[in-house]
């Protein structure tokens, strides 16, 4: 640890972006002799006291589960929280997935495929456009609408197997991040 943050250090102006934060520095029991909690008081101490260059970005999926002295004032400038898309990101979100890979929907197809994937998350949506690919591909046609709609409608997203979660993390958000 103490490594890497030499190096990173070394690299600024640099921007360390830390995915699904909580997947390392998660709060939980001592069944690693302490580890972890070396790690994040190593970590910590580096957010306190690094030289200015380097502009530190987390994401995480699940902020309760991170240790309540990652999350207090200081440590980052600023927390944000990050809802599912509206309409709106929801059809920019698939015309950019559509577009990467070369499918051509109909505006009319498009916004009803937007509608269908209300309550998706980004990856959610990106998943059901791969997913009528392959539908295509097994059926032995291009893919269309059709094939991309009915993934949809085939899947359960987050925001419903997970909705008490969803309204835990909206709850928290409101009152503690400022809305992206």
């Known amino acids: 640890m103490h490594e890497s943050l030499r190096s990173i250090d070394s690299l600024a102006p640099a921007v360390l972006w830390i995915d699904e ?16 909690q070396r790690l994040l008081g190593t970590f910590l101490r580096w957010m306190q006291e690094r030289r200015p260059g ?18 207090r004032k200081g440590r980052f400038d600023e927390i944000f929280f990050v809802d599912l ?16 890979r070369d499918i051509t929907l109909s505006e009319h197809e498009l916004q009803r495929i937007t509608r269908l994937a209300d ?6 949506i990106e998943a059901a456009v791969v997913g009528g690919l392959y539908r295509a591909y097994a ?8 094939d991309i709609g009915a993934e949809i409608e085939a899947t359960v997203p ?4 997970r909705a008490e979660d969803v309204l835990s993390l909206r709850a928290w958000a409101a009152d503690r991040a400022v809305a992206a």
């Open 139 to 146: 059926a032995g046609q291009p893919a269309d609408g059709t």
């Open 54 to 71: 380097v502009f530190l970005v987390a994401t995480a999926n699940d902020v309760s589960a991170l240790p309540p002295e990652l999350l």
């Open 119 to 124: 309550g998706f998350s980004g990856a959610e």
């Open 158 to 161: 987050l925001s419903i197997s």
């Open 85 to 100: 898309p509206d309409r709106k990101a929801r059809r920019d979100i698939l015309a950019l997935h559509l577009d990467k």
């Open 21 to 36: 934060i909580e997947k390392g520095f998660a709060s939980g029991g001592m069944s690693d002799s302490g580890v972890s």
